[in-house]
Every structure is written in structure tokens, then in C-alpha cells.
């Protein structure tokens, strides 16, 4: 298969390439990604530098249709896994603009230029978060669940979502959808849950957890995530969306005591912040009709996953102090200063 993978050197995309290319050898995978604050491609070097690599880097930009008709037209690529995003909540709270350009623009241009290039697969990436939230005793979501996104992030995510759903049901795309719940696992940007609490227990500073701690998340490692997408693309039925998740939900509260047992600290380090407006109080996933429909389920659990997730976190300080080092830095104290 020829595939064009777009945000291929943010957290997901870097863990799925990685992949691929272990399952899939003979696949030629071309990834495009704009390099934001998100972007590494240094992740990647291991496969840029393996002349035996079937790998290609592209720099760019998904709302650059010229670009994009180019690459699918250069490789021959004959599907798409679109991963690029602006996927921080807290940022798209601060100015949503970008989320909406890249989110829904992006991916719109990414559908039009794959239509009229006659692909055959498009599997879009998008998140639990779109059906917006839950109360502690309701189901989990299903497929079925109406979108009501409460963030400016998943607003976004719920528009490409919808407009997906529309290149379907009127052009006939074939297009399907992965709806995940929260990544845990290498290579995720130290903005994130665990990976900020992670580097705030070791370098021993306040760990800020919103409100109470008493929202709930459900946590999937990233190659069990990366797995649903593969399924998707190789099984999924066109116009469908499919449910991933990983059987673990915990409260935010929960998590960091874990971390911090594991990490053998104690728990004095806790702060409680300001919460963040509007913010969800539980997802939860059904996943069913992935179990059902394309063998899917979790293969690592959370208790596996999250000592895996630290251990590279430990292996690879040099990583985390080069990402610190960039536009994320002056983020952070911004929005932690603040609050
Ligand atoms: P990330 O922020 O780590 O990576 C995003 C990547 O997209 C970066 O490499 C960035 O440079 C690239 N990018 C951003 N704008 C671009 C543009 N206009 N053109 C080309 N590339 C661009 O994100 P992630 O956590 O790896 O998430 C990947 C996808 O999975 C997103 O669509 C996100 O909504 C979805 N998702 C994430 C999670 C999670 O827990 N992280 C859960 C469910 C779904």
C-alpha cells in the first residue's frame, strides 16, 4: 500500500509510522506534516536514516491543496490516515482560530484533494471527545451518541467529523472515522496529562490538577490506538465511525497518585487549579462494534502501559528536555502562571 500520513511526527503519528513500518515493510508511507510546536521529526530519524526505510518526509501544510494533489500525484497514494491536528484543549481555549483552520479546513482540503484524486480509503482520526460528556452512572458512548462537543478543540474535531460524514453521503467517499479515548505512551508532548505530571514529579514542582480531580478519562495505550486505526484502514466499512478505547477509566486524581507510587513520591506535590471552563466531566467508550466488526481490543493494560510509558520517559530525558526547550516553554507559563 501506498499511504500518505499526515502529523506523522506528532505523538500518535510517530508511534503509528513506527509501526507500520514493522508490520507493513513493504508499505511506502509518505508523511506530510507542518512541524508545528507539536511536530518532531526527529522522533522519525531512525526510519529517515535506514536507506532500507520505504519512508518519505514531506514538510507541509494539509490546507496546501496544491501541495497535497502533488504528493498524492508524485506517490501514487492510494490511501490517507489523517492524524494532523491542533489537539490541545487548553490551547484551542486560549484562540480556537487554528483549530478551526487546520481541523476542519485542513481536513476538508485533505478529503477534497483525495475524492477528486479517486482514492479508495480515507480513514480520518477524530476523538471521544466530540460526543461531549458524561455523568459518572450513564453508559459509556457508542457510534450512535449525537456529537456535542463542548471545547473549542472538539468543536473542531466534531466539524471534520460532520464533514466527513457529508463527503460520504454525498459524494459516496470512501471515508470512515476512529473515535478514541486519551493516548498515554512515547513521544507524547509534555503539554499532556501524563507526561506533564511526569516531568513536574521529577524535577520536583507542583503538579496542578484541575478542580477536584474527580473527572474522568478513559485511557488507551497509543499502539492499541494505532492498531484500531490499522484495522480501520485495512476492514473499516466506508461512512462508518468506529469506537476505540482502553477498558481503563480513572479519575485525573487517580492517575497522578499512581504515577507519583510509581515514581515512589509521595503525594504532597498535589495542587488543586482553577478548573478549566467547560470542562467534560467523564468520557467513557463502548467499543463493541470495533470488537465485533474488526477483531479490535486492548492489548496493554493500564497498569503495563503507563510503567512502559515511564520507562522511556526515563530513557529518553534528552528528548523531553529538547521539546521543553521550544514555544511549548513560553505556553506553559502562560497558562500555568496565570491560574
Ligand atoms: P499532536 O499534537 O501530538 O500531533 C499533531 C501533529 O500534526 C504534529 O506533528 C503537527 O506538527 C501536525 N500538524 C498540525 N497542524 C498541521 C497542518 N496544518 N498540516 C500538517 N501537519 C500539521 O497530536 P496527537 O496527540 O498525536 O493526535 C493525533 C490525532 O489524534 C489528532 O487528530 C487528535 O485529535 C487525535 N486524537 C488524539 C488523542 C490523544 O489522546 N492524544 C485521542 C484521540 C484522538
Same mark, same amino acid.
Given at each position: 500500500m501506498r499511504l500518505l500520513v499526515t502529523g506523522g511526527c506528532g505523538f500518535i503519528g510517530t508511534n503509528f509510522i513506527y509501526l507500520m513500518q514493522e508490520r507493513h515493510p513493504d508499505w511506502k508511507i509518505v508523511n506530510l506534516d507542518k512541524l508545528t510546536y507539536a511536530g518532531n521529526r526527529k522522533n522519525l530519524l531512525a526510519i529517515e536514516n @535506514?536507506?532500507?526505510? @520505504?519512508y518519505s518526509f514531506i514538510h507541509g501544510d494539509i490546507c496546501d491543496k496544491t501541495l497535497v494533489t502533488n504528493i498524492i500525484e508524485e506517490y501514487q497514494i492510494e490511501a490517507v490516515v489523517n492524524f494532523a491536528a491542533e489537539s490541545h484543549v487548553d490551547r484551542s481555549i486560549n484562540d480556537p482560530a487554528p483549530f478551526l483552520t487546520t481541523n476542519i479546513q485542513g481536513a476538508q482540503n485533505l478529503m477534497e484533494c483525495a475524492r477528486q484524486a479517486g482514492l479508495e480509503k480515507f480513514v480520518h482520526v477524530s476523538t471521544d471527545e466530540v460526543y461531549g460528556t458524561l455523568a459518572k452512572n450513564e453508559p459509556a458512548f457508542t457510534e450512535d451518541n449525537p456529537l456535542i462537543p463542548n471545547s473549542p478543540y472538539s468543536a473542531s474535531k466534531a466539524g471534520a467529523d460532520l464533514m466527513a460524514r457529508a463527503y460520504f453521503e454525498t459524494y459516496n467517499f470512501p471515508i470512515s472515522i476512529t473515535r478514541c479515548s486519551n493516548n498515554y505512551g512515547p513521544?507524547?508532548?509534555?503539554?499532556?496529562?501524563i507526561p506533564l505530571m511526569y516531568t513536574k514529579a521529577v524535577a520536583g514542582e507542583q503538579l496542578p490538577i484541575y478542580g477536584d480531580g474527580s473527572n474522568i478519562r478513559d485511557w488507551i495505550y497509543v499502539d492499541d490506538h494505532c492498531t484500531g486505526v490499522e484495522l480501520t484502514l485495512l476492514k473499516g466499512q466506508p461512512g462508518r465511525a468506529y469506537n476505540f478505547g482502553g477498558a481503563a477509566e480513572k479519575t485525573n486524581l487517580e492517575l497522578v497518585r499512581e504515577l507519583l507510587s510509581i515514581l515512589g513520591k509521595d503525594e504532597s506535590s498535589i495542587t488543586f487549579v482553577k478548573d478549566r471552563p467547560g470542562h467534560d466531566q467523564r468520557y467513557a467508550m463502548d467499543f463493541t462494534v470495533a470488537q465485533n466488526e474488526?477483531?479490535? +481490543?486492548? +492489548?496493554?493494560t493500564f497498569a503495563e502501559g503507563i510503567r512502559k510509558t515511564i520507562q522511556w520517559y526515563q530513557d529518553n530525558e534528552l528528548w523531553l528536555e529538547e521539546v521543553k526547550s521550544g514555544s511549548y516553554r513560553d505556553f506553559m507559563a502562560e497558562w500555568y502562571g496565570e491560574r
Open positions: @535506514n536507506a532500507d526505510a @520505504n513521544y507524547q508532548f509534555p503539554e499532556k496529562l474488526l477483531g479490535f +481490543s486492548p +492489548s496493554v
